[in-house]
């Protein structure tokens, strides 16, 4: 222990794995001046990592979780703190044993090995397991324990070796002094620090942190109950902490592994049990530690009764006593995926908070290559602390998600699965009007979006929409979707698409700033409407939008409501320093609606006087027009394959336009369209690529097929690796695959969802050269077409027209074809339609 | 033989106690609840000799609902049955927690009554002596073992020289001292079973005691004093003061 340097490159708060896997990282990129403090003593400051279960299950349904914990796992290893046992998911009700074939498709899709083995081989493996109540098991061998504490320290040790690092227990961050915006000093009851880096890494406690630095971490600590049972006979004979394989009694919501002589049992299946930071006992005060608050044995009994069902033969024993029992404190966000990156409010201040032991490490490794190179290896979007709206970094907004989402730890979680709770929270002024068509709301970033209308309903048998069979397929669908496609395809479609995140870029350097940021030439004539790719550094999909010249010097910048956050706070970054550039978030001030179809033109000439005709408002442009009363930017572009304007109004003024066009259009066979047409089977069939699915950080706009014709003069982010890309021949390309009719082994038509391996026709895992897997990134029905088609990269031998090949979906493969390689549209490849 | 176990819940503190605003009582907010270990003991001690006798174990508390979570652990530990003196206050004086006690006794023939030598929390050590005298039984406090004999029986305690061994009639009382014995954990099936079973709740007439809480306050942090008797080889001659003032070397 030293004391503290007045100075510091960065300061990171909190001596847990992350921390101190932060601190290891940073100093083996070249990080000097390190400071790590921690408000509690070592080797275990009492945060989560030092009662944890410490058990890494490899695979995720998310790739970036699968990648964190097989990163971190490896890392566990290299420092010998890694035991290797096995683990088992076992399955009680059919329900769940559905949800293993998707873990396993899971497994195959990232590589982790892995099998489906019947009761009597989970018994073969666990003993003293009654298999009789299990109906089937998910065995994956590579699943083992670690010792965190171990881990933290050794990690600590070589940075300290590497003469990079000074470290401070004991020691309390009693405020963090910010100024222009940035991260200036810590002041600890131990000495203050100037530094211009903060990383808190603090679980539990780091909404309290960074809230002395005036930002957010929504996350709220909430209790995991553990119980120990022992002595118990064959584990104490074993002689070691661990030797029988893990299992995960999903259906019940809850684990049982060996700890020694004891039985460990953890539960995911109790009520949500929230509490506040300020809440957190001190270490003093706490009969344990901060961390593992008072057992309430009530809220554990259900699982009692179960871990009997599975375990009566070891656990009901005289002398089996329950010897430890805790509410243990972890944290949980809004949307179950960590807190990771630069906050949005604060320069310089990272968070590296609400992660699992299991993927502790490689956060760490993820944290210190972005902070170094701006960009990690592992895409981290998902985690990205900047991706919430406002509302959804609030206090209750996090307690009601995280309440919601504590069960769903273990549970089944469908791939479209809405929220059900603090919904309704932002309504386009179009929202009255779709309640009373009955719109089935999907939501994104809070906003509720029609994704159906039940009002179309009589358009399924009109149409002649086959339904899906299967209820996994069907849930949360409706053949509603690809009647109101069909019905767009044949006269017209509005479609609300308010939930855009808009920001208006002005001033004398928008263009310069803009041209920095964007792939494509922004210096085009005022009224042209762009899109654009926005790379990161490494030249990966940082995000894609529509850029709109309104003037000169004056800008508006369209993308989605899933991104909208964090490309607010990617722009706001990038902004210059001198006051050149006024960036303005105008997604409240305006509500979108889009009006596409053969018969749109019609439509919206019934309600302007302005002249629309392709003469005079051609496409890739934008104009003032008057619908009515009511001012309308119009914007002539399509992402659903059709002639069509988005139109976007002032929002106290969206009613207005709505009545207007539905009046209009009626006579024309106008329909409202949710955005399962819009985000799905009419994107798919124009072969447009989705942010989040086919766009991430892992593809640049070669190998997803949106490089541009010509590469701009002007420098921007990314341009070097797109440069180095365009030169190259791409390692793996964006195609289109056809699924056509396929039947599972009872026959029934199946309809993957998106995610699944795709494999070669023997069955074997497809991999590009740089070890990227091939994966369904997008499905969806393709109704004009009349089949379902999926989106994947294929390396080249792969990834040519007409191959054959098999998706594999629940536990079943099924036949695909290679229906187009690159972004040629699959519907209508000319765009004749929306040129029309 | 018929045992019956008086326990108070407790709660689970850690190194530093916090109090109330108004330094009355322990700020319990963020706390566990517990039973004291001298507890912990005369449970286990009943319920082994509810076993070998073939007799009861039962378990009382005074206080409110909540206190109930404390019978139901005894019960998982494996007493068989449960009373609670319902009293709205948590945390009761002495006087009146013995008068409940001794109320509720007036209706319970136990052989024998347990109480721990004092409890975790007040530590006042009276309840189990004036439930004794109240009810005209022989006591013995620190006791730290128990053995029957017909109708005797025997209690150990330990004495400055050696061990005192006091035999008194049935039925009598006696105030234990942790180490009697190695209570057990709880089992799951134990833990089951007490959560179905039923506490009796009784609510006499209860009288306010005179010991009144006035404050409580911390005890002054003891300060370990260092003294540095010298740097490298000249501070040989001090450490081998001190070694012969401690009597290590001549």
Same mark, same amino acid.
């Given at each position: 222990?030293?004391?503290?340097?007045?100075?510091?490159?960065?300061?990171?708060?909190?001596?847990?794995?992350?921390?101190?896997?932060?601190?290891?990282?940073?100093?083996?990129?070249?990080?000097?001046?390190?400071?790590?403090?921690?408000? &509690?003593?070592?080797?275990?400051?009492?945060?989560?990592?030092?009662?944890?279960?410490?058990?890494?299950?490899?695979?995720?349904?998310?790739?970036?979780?699968?990648?964190?914990?097989?990163? !971190?796992?490896?890392?566990?290893?290299?420092?010998?703190?890694?035991?290797?046992?096995?683990?088992?998911?076992?399955?009680?009700?059919?329900?769940?044993?559905?949800?293993?074939?998707?873990?396993?498709?899971?497994?195959?899709?990232? &590589?982790?090995?892995?099998?489906?083995?019947?009761?009597?081989?989970?018994?073969?493996?666990?003993?003293?397991?009654?298999?009789?109540?299990?109906?089937?098991?998910?065995?994956?061998?590579?699943?083992?324990?670690?010792?965190?504490?171990?881990?933290?320290?050794?990690?600590?040790?070589?940075?300290?070796?590497?003469?990079?690092?000074?470290?401070?227990?004991?020691?309390?961050?009693?405020?963090?002094?910010?100024?222009?915006?940035?991260?200036?000093?810590?002041?600890?009851?131990?000495?203050?620090?100037?530094?211009?880096?903060?990383?808190?890494?603090? &679980?539990?406690?780091?909404?309290?942190?960074?809230?002395?630095?005036?930002?957010?971490?929504?996350?709220?600590?909430?209790?995991?109950?553990?119980?120990?049972?022992?002595?118990?006979?064959?584990?104490?004979?074993?002689? +070691?902490?661990?030797?029988?394989?893990?299992?995960?009694?999903?259906?019940?919501?809850?684990?049982?592994?060996?700890?020694?002589?004891?039985?460990?049992?953890?539960?995911?299946?109790?009520?949500?049990?929230?509490?506040?930071?300020?809440?957190?006992?001190?270490?003093?005060?706490?009969?344990?530690?901060?961390?593992?608050?008072?057992?309430?044995?009530?809220?554990?009994?259900?699982?009692?009764?179960?871990?009997?069902?599975?375990?009566?033969?070891?656990?009901?024993?005289?002398?089996?006593?329950?010897?430890?029992?805790?509410?243990?404190?972890?944290?949980?966000?809004?949307?179950?995926?960590?807190?990771?990156?630069?906050?949005?409010?604060?320069?310089?201040?990272?968070?590296?908070?609400?992660?699992?032991?299991?993927?502790?490490?490689?956060? &760490?490794?993820?944290?210190?290559?972005?902070?170094?190179?701006?960009?990690?290896?592992?895409?981290?979007?998902?985690?990205?602390?900047?991706?919430?709206?406002?509302?959804?970094?609030?206090?209750?907004?996090?307690?009601?998600?995280?309440?919601?989402?504590?069960?769903?730890? #273990?549970?089944?979680?469908?791939?479209?699965?809405?929220?059900?709770?603090?919904?309704?929270?932002?309504?386009?002024?179009?929202?009255?009007?779709?309640?009373?068509?009955?719109?089935?709301?999907?939501?994104?970033?809070?906003?509720? +979006?029609?994704?159906? #209308?039940?009002?179309?309903?009589?358009?399924?048998?009109?149409?002649?929409?086959?339904?899906?069979?299967?209820?996994?397929?069907?849930?949360?669908?409706?053949?509603?979707?690809?009647?109101?496609?069909?019905?767009?395809?044949?006269?017209?479609?509005?479609?609300?698409?308010?939930?855009?995140?808009?920001?208006?870029?002005?001033?004398?350097?928008?263009?310069?700033?803009?041209?920095?940021?964007?792939?494509?030439?922004?210096?085009?004539?005022?009224?042209?409407?762009?899109?654009?790719?926005?790379?990161?550094?490494?030249?990966?999909?940082?995000?894609?939008?529509?850029?709109?010249?309104?003037?000169?010097?004056?800008?508006?910048?369209?993308?989605?409501?899933?991104?909208?956050?964090?490309?607010?706070?990617?722009?706001?970054?990038?902004?210059?320093?001198?006051?050149?550039?006024?960036?303005?978030?105008?997604?409240?001030?305006?509500?979108?609606?889009?009006?596409?179809?053969?018969?749109?033109?019609?439509?919206?000439?019934?309600?302007?006087?302005?002249?629309?005709?392709?003469?005079?408002?051609?496409?890739?442009?934008?104009?003032?027009?008057?619908?009515? !009363?009511?001012?309308?930017?119009?914007? +002539?572009?399509?992402?659903?394959?059709?002639?069509?304007?988005?139109?976007?109004?002032?929002?106290?003024?969206?009613?207005?336009?709505?009545?207007?066009?539905?009046?209009?259009?009626?006579?024309?066979?106008?329909?409202?369209?949710?955005?399962?047409?819009?985000?799905?089977?009419?994107?798919?069939?124009?072969?447009?690529?989705?942010?989040?699915?086919?766009?991430?950080?892992?593809?640049?706009?070669?190998?997803?097929?949106?490089?541009?014709?010509?590469?701009?003069?002007?420098?921007?982010?990314?341009?070097?690796? #797109?440069?180095?890309?365009?030169?190259?021949?791409?390692?793996?390309?964006?195609?289109?695959?056809?699924?056509?009719?396929?039947?599972?082994?009872?026959?029934?038509? +199946?309809?993957?969802?998106?995610?699944?391996?795709?494999?070669?026709?023997?069955?074997?895992?497809?991999?590009? !050269?740089?070890?990227?897997?091939?994966?369904?990134?997008?499905?969806?029905?393709?109704?004009?077409?009349?089949?379902?088609?999926?989106?994947?990269?294929?390396?080249?031998?792969?990834?040519?027209?007409?191959?054959?090949?098999?998706?594999? #979906?629940?536990?079943?493969?099924?036949?695909?074809?290679?229906?187009?390689?690159?972004?040629?549209?699959?519907?209508?490849?000319?765009?004749?339609?929306?040129?029309? | 033989?018929?045992?019956?176990?008086?326990?108070?819940?407790?709660?689970?503190?850690?190194?530093?106690?916090?109090?109330?605003?108004?330094?009355?009582?322990?700020?319990?907010?963020?706390?566990?609840?517990?039973?004291?270990?001298?507890?912990?003991?005369?449970?286990?001690?009943?319920?082994?000799?509810?076993?070998?006798?073939?007799?009861?174990?039962?378990?009382?508390?005074?206080?409110?609902?909540?206190?109930?979570?404390?019978?139901?652990?005894?019960?998982?530990?494996?007493?068989?049955?449960?009373?609670?003196?319902?009293?709205?206050?948590?945390?009761?004086?002495?006087?009146?927690?013995?008068?409940?006690?001794?109320?509720?006794?007036?209706?319970?023939?136990?052989?024998?009554?347990?109480?721990?030598?004092?409890?975790?929390?007040?530590?006042?050590?009276?309840?189990?002596?004036?439930?004794?005298?109240?009810?005209?039984?022989?006591?013995?406090?620190?006791?730290?073992?128990?053995?029957?004999?017909?109708?005797?029986?025997?209690?150990?305690?330990?004495?400055?020289?050696?061990?005192?061994?006091?035999?008194?009639?049935?039925?009598?009382?006696?105030?234990?001292?942790?180490?009697?014995?190695?209570?057990?954990?709880?089992?799951?099936?134990?833990?089951?079973?007490?959560?179905?079973?039923?506490?009796?709740?009784?609510?006499?007439?209860?009288?306010?005691?005179?010991?009144?809480?006035?404050?409580?306050?911390?005890?002054?942090?003891?300060?370990?004093?260092?003294?540095?008797?010298?740097?490298?080889?000249?501070?040989?001659?001090?450490?081998?003061?001190?070694?012969?003032?401690?009597?290590?070397?001549?």
């Amino acid at each position: 222990m030293s004391s503290l340097p007045d100075r510091a490159q960065v300061v990171v708060i909190g001596a847990g794995i992350v921390g101190n896997a932060v601190v290891h990282h940073l100093a083996r990129l070249g990080w000097r001046d390190i400071v790590l403090v921690d408000k &509690g003593p070592l080797p275990d400051p009492g945060g989560s990592t030092g009662h944890a279960s410490n058990f890494a299950f490899p695979v995720d349904h998310s790739r970036e979780i699968t990648l964190l914990t097989g990163d !971190s796992m490896r890392q566990y290893t290299e420092l010998g703190t890694l035991t290797t046992c096995g683990g088992i998911e076992v399955a009680r009700t059919p329900e769940r044993v559905q949800e293993l074939h998707r873990r396993m498709s899971s497994a195959r899709a990232w &590589g982790v090995d892995a099998e489906l083995i019947s009761p009597a081989a989970v018994a073969e493996k666990v003993p003293f397991l009654d298999p009789s109540v299990v109906l089937a098991g998910f065995w994956t061998p590579s699943v083992a324990v670690v010792d965190p504490l171990r881990a933290g320290e050794l990690m600590r040790e070589r940075a300290v070796a590497a003469g990079a690092l000074t470290v401070s227990a004991l020691t309390e961050v009693l405020a963090i002094e910010t100024g222009d915006g940035r991260v200036r000093r810590v002041r600890t009851d131990r000495g203050d620090v100037d530094t211009e880096y903060v990383v808190v890494a603090c &679980g539990v406690w780091s909404p309290r942190i960074a809230a002395l630095a005036g930002a957010t971490i929504p996350l709220t600590p909430a209790v995991h109950q553990m119980i120990d049972v022992g002595p118990i006979e064959e584990l104490a004979a074993t002689g +070691r902490e661990i030797a029988f394989p893990i299992v995960r009694d999903m259906d019940p919501l809850m684990y049982e592994r060996q700890s020694g002589a004891d039985l460990e049992i953890g539960s995911y299946a109790h009520r949500p049990i929230l509490c506040d930071p300020d809440e957190i006992p001190s270490l003093a005060a706490a009969a344990l530690s901060p961390t593992q608050l008072p057992f309430t044995p009530d809220d554990f009994d259900p699982q009692m009764e179960a871990a009997l069902e599975l375990f009566g033969g070891i656990l009901d024993r005289p002398d089996a006593g329950i010897r430890h029992a805790i509410n243990g404190l972890l944290s949980l966000t809004p949307d179950g995926h960590p807190l990771l990156g630069e906050t949005p409010e604060v320069r310089g201040l990272w968070s590296a908070a609400a992660v699992w032991i299991k993927e502790g490490p490689g956060v &760490g490794r993820l944290i210190a290559e972005w902070m170094t190179c701006g960009a990690p290896e592992i895409d981290p979007a998902a985690a990205d602390i900047a991706r919430f709206a406002p509302h959804e970094r609030t206090r209750a907004h996090v307690r009601a998600r995280a309440a919601e989402g504590f069960n769903k730890t #273990y549970g089944i979680t469908h791939p479209r699965e809405q929220w059900s709770s603090d919904r309704g929270v932002r309504r386009s002024p179009f929202h009255e009007r779709q309640r009373a068509l009955g719109a089935e709301f999907f939501e994104v970033a809070g906003w509720e +979006r029609p994704q159906w #209308y039940r009002s179309n309903e009589p358009l399924v048998a009109e149409l002649g929409v086959e339904d899906r069979p299967h209820e996994w397929d069907a849930r949360w669908w409706s053949p509603i979707i690809n009647a109101e496609h069909l019905a767009m395809r044949r006269a017209a479609a509005m479609i609300d698409l308010s939930a855009f995140s808009q920001f208006d870029v002005q001033g004398p350097g928008a263009l310069a700033f803009l041209q920095h940021l964007t792939v494509a030439q922004m210096d085009r004539p005022v009224g042209r409407v762009v899109y654009t790719p926005v790379l990161g550094p490494d030249g990966g999909f940082r995000s894609d939008l529509t850029v709109v010249r309104l003037g000169d010097a004056h800008f508006r910048v369209v993308t989605g409501g899933a991104d909208g956050a964090r490309d607010l706070a990617w722009f706001r970054r990038h902004l210059p320093g001198d006051g050149s550039v006024a960036l303005h978030d105008v997604t409240s001030a305006v509500c979108t609606l889009g009006l596409w179809g053969p018969r749109a033109r019609d439509v919206l000439a019934a309600v302007t006087d302005d002249d629309i005709s392709d003469a005079a408002f051609p496409f890739a442009t934008a104009r003032w027009l008057t619908v009515g !009363s009511v001012p309308v930017l119009a914007l +002539r572009l399509s992402y659903v394959g059709e002639l069509g304007w988005e139109l976007h109004a002032a929002t106290e003024t969206g009613a207005r336009l709505w009545d207007a066009l539905a009046a209009a259009g009626e006579p024309h066979g106008l329909v409202p369209a949710g955005i399962g047409v819009y985000g799905t089977t009419a994107r798919i069939e124009k072969g447009y690529r989705l942010m989040g699915h086919e766009l991430d950080a892992e593809h640049g706009p070669v190998e997803a097929g949106l490089a541009l014709p010509r590469l701009k003069a002007q420098d921007f982010v990314g341009k070097a690796a #797109y440069t180095k890309a365009r030169e190259g021949e791409p390692e793996a390309t964006l195609c289109t695959l056809r699924l056509d009719g396929a039947r599972d082994a009872s026959g029934l038509r +199946r309809y993957p969802q998106g995610g699944e391996p795709v494999l070669t026709p023997d069955g074997g895992r497809i991999t590009d !050269s740089r070890g990227r897997p091939s994966y369904v990134t997008s499905a969806g029905a393709a109704p004009s077409l009349g089949t379902h088609l999926l989106m994947a990269y294929l390396p080249p031998r792969h990834a040519v027209e007409g191959t054959e090949l098999l998706v594999e #979906y629940l536990g079943e493969r099924y036949p695909v074809t290679v229906a187009r390689a690159g972004r040629t549209p699959l519907f209508d490849p000319d765009d004749t339609r929306m040129r029309g | 033989m018929d045992v019956l176990v008086c326990v108070k819940r407790v709660p689970a503190v850690g190194s530093e106690i916090l109090l109330t605003a108004d330094a009355t009582a322990i700020d319990t907010r963020h706390l566990g609840f517990t039973i004291g270990p001298h507890e912990e003991c005369a449970v286990e001690e009943a319920v082994r000799i509810a076993e070998r006798t073939g007799g009861s174990a039962g378990v009382l508390t005074v206080g409110p609902p909540e206190a109930d979570e404390q019978l139901r652990y005894a019960m998982s530990m494996g007493a068989d049955h449960a009373v609670r003196v319902d009293d709205p206050v948590a945390d009761p004086d002495p006087e009146t927690t013995a008068a409940a006690i001794t109320a509720a006794l007036r209706g319970l023939p136990p052989d024998v009554v347990l109480f721990g030598e004092a409890s975790a929390d007040a530590g006042h050590a009276q309840v189990g002596f004036r439930v004794a005298c109240a009810l005209r039984r022989p006591v013995v406090g620190g006791v730290k073992g128990i053995g029957l004999d017909g109708d005797r029986v025997t209690l150990r305690c330990d004495a400055p020289d050696g061990v005192e061994v006091h035999e008194a009639p049935l039925p009598a009382v006696a105030a234990v001292l942790e180490g009697l014995n190695l209570p057990r954990y709880p089992t799951i099936k134990g833990r089951l079973r007490a959560k179905k079973a039923t506490v009796r709740v009784i609510a006499p007439d209860l009288s306010t005691g005179r010991l009144r809480t006035l404050r409580l306050r911390h005890r002054p942090e003891a300060r370990a004093e260092t003294v540095v008797l010298g740097r490298g080889a000249a501070a040989a001659p001090a450490v081998v003061d001190v070694l012969a003032d401690l009597g290590m070397v001549r």
